[in-house]
């Protein structure tokens, strides 16, 4: 298995563009989550999706980010518009149920100028 | 907060020594959790432990669970350059929703 995929790697982008990060989990698995780590903060749960559906998006710092899960093979998670505080690694990880352990991508390190 | 909390922040040892890593914190939990990350990568999952576990191994990783005490070890034994890395514990509160600790940084010198 190909493991959690997540594009792009690396992405550097201007204050008030609009950032759209993807991932696809391990095939079978019914739980998706999305992270943010940071330096100052460490690695924080933004959302998480069972079965397609949003389960929790409490950790979702405010209305500029939002997150799909259209099929069980993918998932976006969008920044509109982006500002430079949003700078960080976005991890996407994926399990086979809800207390089963997470597998998590490689991330995506989001520069914005 | 209920984050978990690592100890030491940062460790650095001969190649060959063990490594210990402890975790504390501060309410009750469903199972705790021991992932690495190199630097630049994303986690990798080395272990986990249930809230009615007291010690679980894995190749060279040892971890023991304290729930009185509410804190965690990870033991690396006869450590090896390849195991420098960042080690945090991640706490399963509420089935799904794990809370990840700062990290210790691990160096291993050959």
């Known amino acids: 298995d190909a493991g959690v995929i997540q594009s792009p790697r690396h992405e550097v982008t201007e204050m008030g563009q609009e950032v759209t990060l993807r991932c696809k989990p391990i095939?079978?698995?019914?739980?998706l989550f999305w992270y943010r780590q940071t330096m100052m903060r460490g690695l924080e749960l933004l959302i998480y999706?069972?079965?397609?559906?949003?389960?929790?998006d409490s950790g979702m710092p405010e209305d500029r980010f939002s997150a799909k899960m259209p099929n069980a093979s993918f998932s976006t998670l969008k920044i509109q518009p982006s500002e430079p505080r949003d700078s960080a690694v976005y991890f996407c990880?994926?399990?086979?149920?809800?207390?089963?352990?997470?597998?998590f991508g490689p991330g995506t390190r989001l520069t914005v100028l | 907060s209920q984050q978990g909390e690592e100890d030491p922040q940062a460790l650095s040892i001969q190649e060959g020594e063990n490594a210990t890593m402890n975790c504390s914190y501060k309410?009750?939990?469903?199972?705790l959790q021991w992932y690495r990350q190199n630097s630049g990568r994303g986690l990798v999952h080395l272990i986990l432990?249930?809230?009615?576990?007291r010690e679980k191994h894995s190749g060279r990783l040892r971890v023991t669970l304290d729930t009185s005490k509410k804190s965690s070890s990870l033991l690396i034994t006869a450590s090896r350059a390849a195991d420098t890395a960042s080690y945090f514990c991640?706490?399963?509160?509420?089935?799904?929703?794990?809370?990840f600790g700062k990290g210790t940084l691990l160096t291993v010198n050959p």
């Open positions: 990880a994926s399990s086979l149920g809800t207390e089963d352990t997470q597998y």
């Open positions: 095939s079978g698995h019914n739980s």
């Open positions: 999706f069972n079965n397609n559906v949003p389960i929790d």
């Open positions: 309410t009750s939990i469903n199972n």
């Open positions: 432990i249930r809230s009615n576990e």
């Open positions: 991640a706490t399963d509160y509420s089935n799904y929703k794990l809370t």
